[in-house]
């Protein structure tokens, strides 16, 4: 089994930045991969970024060169980070952690990033 706790949603005008983490414990040692989903209102949820732990990342086309993701790990946490600049009133939504471990998917409660115009 895996925890997340999810931290750094807000509100922000366009143009900002917000940074989001997720940190991952329990059985974090069977974790292959960390990334983040988001849901706007009336859409569907969809991949942001996503990194394995061999450092391998992926990212929608729509954030490519504004967001950066990355991890951290230590004995007792893995933690992912959403580094995200040049933020655009369209990335607002809801922003969930998303975790693999043993094959199985791991969700987080959801964080809420607004971004003004």
């Known amino acids: 089994q895996v925890q997340l706790v999810e931290s750094g949603g807000g509100l922000v005008q366009a143009g900002g930045s917000l940074r989001l983490s997720c940190a991952a414990s329990g059985s974090i040692f069977s974790i292959t991969a960390m990334g983040w989903y988001r849901q706007a209102p009336g859409k569907q949820r969809e991949l942001v970024a996503i990194?394995?732990?061999?450092?391998?990342?992926?990212?929608a086309d729509s954030v490519k060169g504004r967001i950066t993701i990355s991890i951290s790990r230590d004995n007792a946490k893995n933690t992912v980070y959403l580094q995200m600049n040049s933020l655009k009133p369209e990335d607002t939504a809801n922003y969930y952690c998303y975790v693999v471990a043993s094959l199985s998917p791991y969700w987080g409660q959801g964080t809420q990033v607004t971004v003004s115009s």
């Open positions: 990194i394995t732990m061999g450092g391998s990342t992926n990212y």
